[in-house]
């Protein structure tokens, strides 16, 4: 962990999270906490009930049906190839999820019921798509880098913000992007955009440092050789994850409609790190995000209509779910981009 990661950020004690902590607050959900070791995967399932351990057996085929999964996806996003190997595409891509969905989650069915989901995977699952899977389907999910984040983030959801008002900041080079934030700036009356000119790095640092709701639409960037590098595309050059740690206080909710930006890599002891945690680590509570490059296209109404749940009260990660839910599963494009959003935090 960097010396800057330690110094930044609202300073909040990141003592680790018992299971009995975790259960405290679940509301009714169930924590998944995987654990690989030695080629195997195994689950943790907390629940207010109990706490239970769970091997879900080598970690090859589950790596197989992942790369798999995230070839697919890459090539229906990004609408290459012909339209015969489209379909090609969009089956392995279901193959992939059932292959996935029966060793992440049918081995644990007895232990989840019809609860919704707390997913805390580890860095070769970061990618996983979960909404995607059958079993994640129709439900609220939220995934998580640690659990102690997570308990951090649902207790802070339960003090009154201080904060007031929404930005929306749509970054340059996208054609959809000031059109997607027009929109939004529409849904929440008194809401303030940053768009042009006027979306530069300290702009909108000053911006999050003040609203409760930011919406911030432009070309993301995640460096795999240093994750903490990688950075969303304002007006006046990239704006950092080290710029985000400038900040003492973060926006209680962030939306990143911006390539991969819920996505981060591996640096040490398993920890992911990447924009979105960076944000959480800050003391952001919900952060919504993609994990793989999105088309622009199609990403706008779906964060028209995301903005439109969350206008009406809904958390986050409900008001995704919303959305995921409302997708025409025979466009495999949409329903695509739609599962490459998450909602992260609580």
Request: glycine content about 8%.
């Amino acid at each position: 962990m960097s010396a800057s990661r330690r110094g930044g950020g609202s300073g909040t004690d990141l003592r680790p999270a018992t299971s009995a902590e975790v259960s405290d607050v679940l509301d009714g959900a169930a924590f998944i906490q995987y654990v690989a070791s030695h080629d195997r995967l195994a689950a943790v399932v907390v629940t207010q009930a109990s706490a239970s351990l769970h091997d879900l057996g080598d970690l090859t085929e589950v790596e197989g049906a992942l790369d798999t999964l995230a070839f697919g996806l890459r090539r229906l996003l990004a609408g290459f190839g012909t339209a015969r190997g489209l379909v090609s595409s969009s089956d392995a891509v279901r193959r992939a999820c059932e292959v996935l969905d029966a060793r992440l989650l049918g081995s644990l069915a007895h232990r989840l019921g019809d609860r919704p989901f707390v997913l805390c995977p580890t860095s070769r699952l970061n990618e996983v798509p979960w909404s995607l899977l059958p079993t994640a389907r129709q439900r609220t999910l939220r995934v998580t880098p640690s659990a102690t984040i997570w308990l951090r983030a649902v207790r802070a959801t339960a003090q009154p913000s201080p904060r007031a008002g929404v930005v929306s900041v749509a970054g340059p080079g996208l054609p959809g992007a000031a059109l997607e934030v027009a929109d939004v700036t529409r849904l929440h009356p008194g809401a303030r955009s940053l768009v042009g000119a006027e979306a530069t790095v300290d702009a909108v640092l000053t911006a999050l440092r003040r609203c409760r709701l930011a919406h911030l639409a432009a070309h993301g960037l995640l460096r795999a050789d240093n994750p903490l590098f990688s950075s969303l595309t304002m007006s006046d050059g990239p704006l950092t994850c080290y710029d985000l740690e400038r900040l003492h206080t973060v926006p209680p909710t962030v939306v990143m409609s911006a390539c991969s930006s819920g996505s981060g890599k591996a640096d040490v002891a398993d920890e992911v790190l990447g924009l979105a945690t960076t944000l959480l680590t800050l003391g952001a509570t919900s952060v919504v995000a993609p994990l793989f490059a999105v088309p622009d296209d199609a990403t706008r109404p779906l964060m028209v209509d995301l903005h439109r749940h969350l206008a009406t009260g809904l958390s986050a990660a409900q008001a995704l779910a919303n959305v995921q839910a409302s997708v025409d599963r025979s466009d495999s494009v949409a329903t695509a981009t739609a599962g490459a959003f998450v909602a992260l935090g609580a």
